[in-house]
Nanobody, 119 residues
Framework: QVQLVESGGGLVQAGGSLRLSCVASGSTARLNAMGWFRQAPDKPREMVAAISSSGRTDYAESVKGRFSISRDNAKTTVYLQMNAVKPEDTAVYYC?????????????WGQGTQVTVSS
């Protein structure tokens, strides 16, 4: 089993920055891909950013140039640096992990951390 624990959410003003962290524990050997998703009220969960074990990244168009995903050398912690945040970034942010980037949605999930951007 794998456990994912997110941290770093909170309230931030528009234009500000926030850094989310997600720590994976348990059977992490095959977790080659990690990523961040978000879900706003009454909206479907959407992929924000993902990163493979080789460092390949993928971003939603809405966050390109503002958000940056990275992971530590042990590949058990993933970060999401959020810059120039906007009110529309307000959502619960979830960490996900799987063997491949393409299968993140069907992988392991954290409990989520709330990010609220005030205008």
């Amino acid at each position: 089993q794998v456990q994912l624990v997110e941290s770093g959410g909170g309230l931030v003003q528009a234009g500000g920055s926030l850094r989310l962290s997600c720590v994976a524990s348990g059977s992490t050997a095959r977790l080659n891909a990690m990523g961040w998703f978000r879900q706003a009220p009454d909206k479907p969960r959407e992929m924000v950013a993902a990163i493979s074990s080789s460092g390949r990244t993928d971003y939603a168009e809405s966050v390109k140039g503002r958000f940056s995903i990275s992971r530590d050398n042990a590949k058990t912690t993933v970060y999401l640096q959020m810059n120039a945040v906007k009110p529309e970034d307000t959502a619960v942010y979830y960490c996900a992990s799987a063997s491949m980037m393409a299968t993140l949605r069907s992988g392991y999930w954290g409990q989520g951390t709330q990010v609220t951007v005030s205008s």
